[in-house]
């Protein structure tokens, strides 16, 4: 259920003690200070299967996750913080993001951090549960506090699939709303990983193959996905994306098509969605012909989507 929390109809004299109340009831136990003690914003606050969608408004402050707030409570949580106006610093581990509008960083609420915008600024926050991100990276720790571009790659495709999200978010059917909280996940993924390696010029080969399948994970049901335009998203050639997946069982087409057959699959054992056809539900995967799909899902599944469904 969406909640805003506002400062509007707050005194003056009184708002600065609402926002730290606001933002430890939006994320995790924080503690904000402001210039003149005085601070004006809003918090827009969403929920999207397992991750929570916010944009918060505000001026000039100084957040800080402190070593005895993390005392108080056990949050374990990851946040990552998509700046669209303004610019925010944050703080962890020993190092220091500056992030621009489309720029992107992570931060864990287990260890102190600080986060500071020095005038008015626009964030998107996403906050993940730690065990979940954990399990898909590797040495997070050296992850927090390192921006990500929003200029290209996974930082352009974060930046727009948070704005289209933040549009429909309250419109998206269950199912739908799990899918699109899992691809924004494996962006995060994919953008964090081409930091694992920082000295290289280019992403590592396994970097560079999460980030193709995070593009078409965010990008299933549009039929016009193609290693050419995820190429293009990219910025790089479609021999690159080819040697990323050399060492792959498939190729990235037919692991793009396994992903959409195991979608629909999914979709036909649904309840909730037995009113729609099975060809409705193929193509709104990205399936163009009832009849190629039809073959695909037999190969794959070893029978007729029909008999799924029944």
């Known amino acids: 259920m969406p909640r805003l929390l506002t400062t509007d109809e707050v005194d003056a004299r009184d708002r600065l003690a609402y926002w730290n109340e606001a933002v430890?009831?939006?994320y995790v136990r924080l503690t904000c200070d402001a210039p003149d003690s005085d601070v004006v914003g809003d918090i827009n606050v969403d929920s999207l299967a397992t991750l929570e969608l916010s944009r918060v408004t505000a001026t000039a402050q100084l957040v800080r996750r402190t070593p005895a707030l993390i005392a108080q409570a056990a949050e374990d949580y990851?946040?990552?913080?998509?700046?669209?106006?303004?610019?925010?610093r944050i703080t962890q581990d020993g190092r220091t993001a500056v992030l621009q509008p489309g720029d992107f960083a992570l931060y864990d609420s287990t260890r102190p951090y600080e986060l500071r915008f020095d005038s008015d600024f626009q964030q998107y926050v996403l906050m993940l549960p730690g065990p979940t991100l954990r399990s898909q990276l590797r040495g997070t720790s050296r992850l927090t506090a390192r921006g990500v571009h929003g200029t290209s790659g996974a930082g352009h495709l974060m930046i727009e699939m948070i704005r289209t999200l933040a549009s429909d978010i309250t419109v998206l059917e269950p199912a739908a709303a799990a899918a699109v909280a899992q691809s924004v996940e494996h962006i995060v993924v994919a953008g964090l990983s081409s930091l694992a390696d920082h000295a290289a010029?280019?992403?590592?080969?396994?970097?560079?193959?999460?980030?193709v399948k995070a593009v078409a994970r965010a990008r299933l049901r549009?039929?016009?996905?193609?290693?050419?335009?995820?190429?293009?998203?990219?910025?790089?050639?479609?021999s690159t994306l080819h040697r990323a997946f050399a060492g792959e069982p498939s190729s990235i087409t037919e692991w793009i098509w396994a992903k959409r057959l195991d979608a629909v699959r999914a979709d036909l054992c649904d309840p909730a969605l037995r009113h729609r056809t099975i060809s409705d539900l193929a193509f709104s995967w990205g399936f163009v012909d009832a009849s190629h799909f039809s073959r695909a899902f037999r190969a794959r599944f070893g029978c007729a989507p029909r008999a799924v469904r029944t």
């Open 24 to 26: 430890s009831d939006a």
């Open 78 to 88: 990851f946040l990552v913080s998509i700046q669209t106006a303004g610019v925010g």
């Open 222 to 238: 549009d039929p016009g996905l193609t290693v050419a335009t995820i190429a293009a998203q990219l910025h790089t050639s479609v």
């Open 201 to 211: 010029p280019e992403p590592s080969l396994a970097a560079r193959r999460e980030q």
